[in-house]
């Protein structure tokens, strides 16, 4: 015990406490109230609740000198028992904190009460409820008083010490009632040893008693006159080790107030537990020393007993006992405890052979907590020391377990392709850590194990680039398959083409070499057909090469392809000539899918026809019959003078006669129907020419006030000063004005300014530079002033007629009032953007607004 802290000390609470009435004989507290009782009979109450006290005196009314034997105050500080002894006998009182005078209680006459145990359950301020009295002759009594009543309700006699009469000393709460003494002792219960012996100076040294206010916590001694407050401080400071000292290492951890005094429980802990050779358990109290006993002598002391388990487990707990701050520390007992784990394993699978079954379920437990202890710990352990110590211990299936654990998954996918297990690797290829790269960097090895589930893994997964599988598409189909056997590649080329609409020319050629290789080239063909970028805005038809595709069909001997493609690439020729090795048929289908080139259809059909007639092996009437046959199937594309040079020289003309007369007939009705197309064209000539004649000698009557549709003037009036005041330039050599068929007439210059203010720009332009180059010419190349022209005139046009026509094609050819300029004219404004001012001219603007009043609305 440390001594030079003190646990109690006594300090003067009340010098005069007695108040001259006598001295102290007794004492009793609760609720801050102390009572004591005097040797002149006083009972005095000092309430430090509240700072008063009143005093009662219990000897009034008896003869000879009245003592105070003992007094009992209740936990609430209300209720008081006092009993008085004299030379006349023992009287018992009671008093409340709100009476002046007490209560004697008759029936007890006699009675010396040594001890009241009051119900705390259910006392209250105005009642004691049951409360029981030991007295000195051993008997209990039980009693209840209430303050209203100022008397006892009942006075029961409950029981008697018959056997051994003594007196009670205490039921519940006493008072110490020493007579004498200067030395104060303090017992500890638990072991029963002196802890507290102290002689006071500062203090009476007549104490004559103690008691306790169980209310307030407080402990009080007195002498004859004073009272005095005794404090307790920390009193189980060291209750640790007295627990310790009795082996209850529970209650001594719980009493503990550091860790230092944990770690000497600890300590003793382990060291009995390795004493006794529990060394596992020792290994687990060890983990928890932290100060007073190094790591290192610790582990010295499983490593001298050879205990390598006790060891595991208390590097084990040790890690569990560190905080996240101990980085480095963790790491290297981590990596101690893998290593201790291997071994244990190690020396588990040598002893396997001689093994019992317990010993085998032993190994299997030693597995499973090992990978609970990797996967607890793989984000301390260092991944590279730990691979390697996995690795020369040969624990493939921990190393792969770790490997996963870190998403080392290239190491974890290496070791399934190695066991043959195509299906793990490409469930955790499927998972969505794992980088893609690694699909195309083992889809060799994985197509090669198990092509089925490869190609159904890369079917399933998004993102994938299926051109960087190629090379391992091209490794699969390079080896050889039955005939009955799907082929998987095909198949994920096909999901990547018609599903994914890939459109990779690499994707495209793989599967058309794919197709070309099997025997049935029906696929192939359809493939070639597809026009897989039809869906795209002006995109191709197919996305693969063409030229590729050719040589390997002619390669693999695919004719009909090669027909396809040659007829693909426009060569139709190409393909014409190699579908007359395959097929006639497809000969015949081919020249006939020429439309917009007519001589290359007849090339390609007399080919066809060339063909048909050398390779018939029938005799020569019948070639003939058959050639004549074919030459119907052309829709009359070829004649029979087209294919007599590939008849023999010396074939008869019997043979041909009616195909000639045929032929014969075909010609006379495209000559007769070319003689009705001439004769046709001769009449419309004649025609025209009439019309012509007719349209020379065409007039129009106007009346001399007829005006003219924009100046509204006189048509006939043509006053040079008037077309210069108005802006018109002169004439030239043009008629003076225009008459239409619809009965409008407008001056030359009138016509002229009306057509170029309401043409276009372009199109005014080219008006008015028609018209300055016909007025540079001047009047001498005028043939006729009023407009008439002479037959002969169009042999010897002359370069003003050539502009005057211009002219007259651009302002005259329609009336501007009935023709579509006029109609143009509908979708311009009222008022043009040059009009502005005159627009602006017209706004109305208020005068005076500085006498107008604004009126607002709410809407």
Known sequence: MDQGRQVFTVDLLERYAAKGKGVITCMAAGNDVIVIGTSKGWVIRHDFGVGDSFDIDLSVGRPGEQSIHRVFVDPGGSHCIATVVGSGGAETYYTHAKWTKP???????????????WNRQQITEASTKEVILGAENGQLHEIAVDEKDKREKYIKFLFQLTELPEAFMGLQMETANLTNGTRYYVMAQIIEELQFDQTSESVSRDII??????????????????????????EGRDMWKVYLDMKEYTAALANCRDPLQRDQVYLLQADAAFASRDFLRAASFYAKVNYILSFEEITLKFISASEQDALRTFLLRKLDNLTKDDKCQITMISTWATELYLDKINRLLLEEESASENHSSEYQSVIQEFRAFLSDSKDVLDEATTMRLLES???????????????????????????GEAKRALEVLQKPAVPIDLQYKFAPDLIALDAYETVESWMATKNLNPRKLIPAMMRYSSEPHAKNETHEVI???????????NEDPGIHNLLLSLYAKQEDDGALLRFLQCKFGKGR????????????????????????????????????????????????????????????????????????????????????????RKAIAFLK?????????????????????????????????????QIEQLKQEMNDA??????????????????????????????KRKILTVAADYRFSRGYTSAGPMAPFYVFPCGHSFHAQCLIAHVTRCTNETQAEYILDLHKQLTLLGDGSRKDLNGSIAEDSISSTTPADKLRSQLDDAIASECPFCGELMINEISLPFILPEESQEVSSWEIKPHNLGNQRTLSLQV
């Not at 040969?394 to 377990?401: A, F, Q, T």
């Not at 004649?686 to 001399?704: G, H, K, P």
Request: proline share 2%; charged share 30%.
């Open 537 to 624: 805005e002006n995109g191709p038809d197919f996305f693969y090469d063409p030229k590729y595709a050719l040589r390997l069909c002619l390669k693999e001997k695919r004719m009909r392809a090669c027909v396809h493609i040659y007829s693909m690439m426009a060569m139709h020729e190409e393909a014409v000539a190699l579908a007359l090795q395959v097929d006639p048929e497809l000969a015949m289908a081919e020249a006939d899918k020429v439309e917009d080139d007519e001589d290359l259809r007849k090339k390609l059909w007399l080919m066809v026809a060339k063909h048909v007639i050398e390779q018939e092996k029938g005799t020569k009437r019948e070639n003939i």
């Open 209 to 234: 008693g103690l008691c306790i206010d169980a209310t307030a916590g407080l402990f009080y001694a007195y002498d004859q006159n004073s009272i005095f407050q005794v404090s307790v401080n920390d």
């Open 491 to 501: 198949k994920y080329l096909e999901f990547c083409v018609h599903q994914l609409h």
């Open 393 to 419: 211990y040969g624990r493939v299936e921990e190393l792969v377990y770790f490997a996963s654990l870190k998403e080392q998954y290239e190491i974890v996918i290496h070791h399934y392709i190695q066991q």
């Open 633 to 669: 199937e052309t829709d009359g594309l070829l004649k029979i003078e087209d294919i007599l040079p590939f008849f023999p020289d010396f074939a008869l003309i019997d043979d041909f006669k009616e195909a000639i007369c045929s032929s014969l007939e075909d010609y006379n009705k």
């Open 682 to 711: 001769t009449h419309g000539a004649d025609n025209i020419r009439n019309d012509i004649s007719a349209l020379a000698q065409r007039y129009a009557v106007i009346d001399r006030d007829e005006e003219c549709g924009v100046c």
């Open 103 to 117: 209560r004697v209680l008759s029936k007890l006459k006699g009675l010396v009460v040594n001890a009241v145990a």
